[in-house]
C-alpha cells in the first residue's frame, strides 16, 4: 500500500523536505495549480527530487493540450475526470505515453458507477481515484464510507485504487481493511504540528509497505 500526499496550501510545500523520503507520491493540489501555475511543479521537483509527482488538473477537455504542458512541466501523473469523454482521456493518455507518465481516472463529481472494466481504457491509466469532494463533505452531502465501500467493487472491475477525502487517524482503520493501493492523506499530515512524526506513525499502520512498485496498470 503506498501513499500519497496532497498538498493543497501553500504552507504545505515546507512540509515536503521533512517527509519527501517516507512518501510515494507527491500530489500538487488544484488550489495550488490554479494559483501558482505550473511552476509549483517544479518547485515540488526540486524540494523532493526522484518522488513522483500526482497533478491534480481535473482535466475534462482539452486532453492534448492539457497533457502537454502538466507532464512537460515535470509531472509524473495527472488527473482525468471520469465524467470526461473517451476521446479526452484517449489524448491526454497518449501524450502521457510520450513522456513516459500516467493518467488517473478520478471520480470526484461523479460516480463510479458508470465506470467499465479496466480493460476498457488505455495501459497508461494508472489507477482510479475514489475521490470525495471537500465541499460536499463540509456540507454532509457526502462522507468518506461511501467511497471505502466501493473499493471492492472497483478491485473487481480490474483497477487499482487510490482513496481520498479528507482521511485523518479516525479514518484510517476503515479506509486501509479494504485495500486500496493508495491511501491519499492531506491535511492530517500537512496541518499537523509534526508531520513527519504523524507520517511515520500512519505508514507504520499501513500493509505490504514497499517502494518497489510499478505506477503502470496492464
Known sequence: MML???IDRPQGL?????????????????????RFGLAVISTV???????PILVDAKVVDGGT??????????ATLMTVLSSASEATLRAATEVA???????????????????PERSAYPERC???????????????DAHLSAQISTVTRMHDLGYRVAL????????LDA??????????????????????????????????????WSLGMK
Open 164 to 171: 481520498a477525502g479528507g482521511i485523518n487517524r479516525a479514518d
Open 97 to 115: 505515453g510520450k513522456y513516459g507518465a500516467y493518467v488517473v481516472i478520478d471520480t470526484i463529481g461523479g460516480s463510479a458507477d458508470s465506470l
Open 4 to 6: 500519497q500526499l496532497a
Open 126 to 140: 494508472a489507477w482510479v481515484a475514489l475521490h470525495v469532494s471537500s465541499d460536499a463533505r463540509k456540507a454532509g
Open 65 to 74: 493540450q492539457e497533457a502537454e504542458m502538466v507532464f512537460n512541466a515535470g
Open 45 to 51: 521537483r526540486e524540494l523532493a527530487p526522484g518522488v
Open 14 to 34: 515546507s512540509v515536503i523536505r521533512q517527509v519527501a523520503d517516507l512518501v510515494d507520491i507527491l500530489e500538487v493540489g488544484t488550489p495550488m495549480l490554479n
Open 175 to 212: 479506509a486501509v481493511s479494504v485495500a486500496p493501493e493508495i491511501l491519499v492523506i492531506g491535511g492530517a499530515i500537512t496541518n499537523d504540528v509534526d508531520p513527519r512524526g504523524t507520517t511515520e506513525w500512519m505508514l507504520s499502520q499501513l500493509p505490504d509497505r514497499g517502494r518497489g
